[in-house]
């Protein structure tokens, strides 16, 4: 089946543009991550959402950094007034369930990969 | 919150030899360490996890070994061949609870295999 999906997988953009990342989860999977991964870096959590609830948002650098998933299955991470060191590729997982105490397999989409100058 | 430290950097192996790449992680409270492979302009895939109620798994020519008592765990290849080529990254989660099972990653592993 599909797997999880990420546009634009390229972005170019001025320093002080906004803009915004689209993920596409696998159908069913009720949790959602992004993560942010620097050039030669790993992955580094950003958010999560339950559905769409949106649990943890203790990885965003700052409050230019917002995201949201308002039917429970596509999410959006915008970012505002970008800055050149929110230049990175910004990946999105998903897993299947949602429920306290377990771990599920995290699927990861393609990523977009964001400059900004 | 959790820290994870990945060795070596970088490796390089003739095909056919062995590879290992070691994982240390700070928070006792982990019990789920998953391994990604990424290949360059792709997300990382997953290719072999283990939880913390399990010391050993293998699939073909991959395994990963897990010591709680150390906060150590290891990705061991196999009669590497070329297509192994990648970067490899190692992470640790306390699944579920109040981390949601976010992922805490290594700094990842450059693994080249010389044909």
């Known amino acids: 089946g599909a797997g999880v999906s990420q546009s634009p997988r390229y972005k170019v953009a001025k320093r002080g543009q906004d803009v915004a990342l689209r993920c596409d989860p696998i159908?069913?999977?009720?949790?959602l991550f992004w993560y942010q991964q620097a050039l030669g870096q790993g992955p580094e959590f950003l958010t999560y959402f339950q559905n769409e609830a949106q649990l943890d948002k203790s990885g965003l650098p700052s409050d230019r950094f917002f995201a949201e998933r308002p039917e429970g299955s596509v999410s959006t991470l915008k970012i505002q007034r970008t800055q050149q060191e929110d230049s990175a590729v910004y990946l999105c997982?998903?897993?299947?369930?949602?429920?306290?105490?377990?771990?599920?397999?995290?699927?990861f989409g393609p990523g977009t990969r964001l400059l900004v100058l | 919150g959790e820290n994870v430290e990945q060795h070596p950097s970088t490796l390089s192996v003739q095909e056919g030899d062995s590879a290992v790449i070691k994982c240390t992680y700070s928070d006792s409270a982990s019990n789920y360490f998953p391994w990604y492979k990424q290949e360059l302009g792709k997300g990382p895939q997953l290719i072999i996890d283990?939880?913390?109620?399990?010391g050993e798994k293998k699939d073909q020519r991959i395994a990963v070994t897990l010591n709680k008592t150390a906060k150590h765990f290891s990705l061991h290849i196999t009669e590497t061949q070329p297509e192994d080529s990648a970067v490899y990254f190692c992470a640790a989660s306390n699944g579920g609870g109040t981390s949601y099972g976010k992922l805490t990653f290594g700094q990842g592993t450059i693994l080249t295999v010389h044909p």
């Open positions: 159908s069913g999977h009720v949790s």
């Open positions: 283990i939880r913390s109620n399990v």
């Open positions: 997982a998903s897993s299947l369930g949602g429920l306290a105490g377990t771990q599920e397999t995290q699927y």
